[in-house]
């Protein structure tokens, strides 16, 4: 079936079977920032925004997004750039493979919610899982970067 | 997960009738738990084109549509203003924002999943289920009746009242389900107690609730006694039978201390 959406602004129109998964969608379409890594709802890896908000692109049927907004780190370069700045700053980058995920998510944390706490920080990128850190780095990292105007 | 078609209905008398035309036919709501089982299903049926994720009051009523996402519920300020905010945490802690970005309050309800935070948190109050066609059925009937219900859930009712509500979530990490889950509510003077993943679906505890309604100074150890009389706890790879009852005993009295400030 042929499903229309925006695709970091741009109106793309793909065919796809209906109990494929947005994840797999965009990866075979080359969008390989998309991450999946336990492709059960967990790990969060798989992030993306729909309609701006953060959620697990191995968990939407491609099928239903007909007409949303989808957004990748492709479509956030700028601000993916100053996030990549305070982790790499604060040593919160190992292997990487969780970034692209986690990056959106704050992303996302730092348009929804007005200085936040450190509890609701760890509440909101509790959903992005971090297999080499303990997410000290990244918690450091992401308060640095909510503080810059 | 098989699919053989993906139904965008344009009305919920379609979604229905798409519905009855094979027992093979599904709702998608968030749609996560169906993939997690892998169904072979004919047809899914969307219902996230049906306008039934909204948030509206009445005078007496909030009413909750079925496809409201959790954050989107938790977030509300209609919800977050009843009960000292207990029913918004009792989603706070389901899985993260990601995943409560997808999934919706119908679904959780639908599913009668035996670890549900959702379900556990709106048993103690007085809620009640609309569905397509016309039905209507308390919350606590729903979880009882046996069988799938052929229809299709609207909206949901929580009818409004003046008191606070208590929840507390048991688990061993931050994305890990519950090993228990304990709701209780005191609303126009009444106590109601709700204990979920047991690991069975939550129940709501009648013994307990009758002695506490009664009695004009009631003894928590008591009611969390009468508590354990009633609903049974199991064990299971999360935790043992006794070391759910032991956390009952606990947080049941602590909730009813809470709740009765």
Redesign the interface.
Known sequence: ?LVKFYLNDVEVSFDV???E?LAKTLRSHGIKSVKVGCN???C?SC?LL?DG????SC???S??I?GKHITTIEGIQEEAAKIAHYFGEEGADQCGFCNV?LAL?VY?LKRELKNPSEEEIN???????CRCSGLQSQLKAIKAYLKEE | ??????Y?PSSLEDAYHKLQEDPKNSL?AG??WI??MGLSVNC?I?L?TLGLNKISETKDEIIVGSMVTQ?DFENSPIIKSLFNDSLAFAV?EV?????R??ATIGGSIMGRYTFSDVICGLLPYDVSLEFYPSQKMSLEDYLNYKGRLNAILVNIHIKKGNGKGYFKKVKTT??DFPILNVAISKVNGKYAVAVGSRPMVASLAHKAMDYLNKESKPDFNKAAELVLEELSCLDNMNASKEYRQDLTKVYVRRGLEEVSK
Not at chain 2, 1 to 6: G, Q
Not at chain 2, 95 to 99: D, P
């Open positions: 079936m079977a209906p109990n998964y059960e709802s967990s969060g992030t729909i908000k953060p959620m697990m968990s939407i049927l099928a239903s007909e995920g998510t996302a509440n909101y990128i509790v959903g992005n899982l | 997960m098989k699919v053989n078609e993906y965008r998608l749609g996560l993939k997690k899914l969307d996230s954050r706070r899985m993260g924002v990601n995943f970005n997808i931050a994305l």
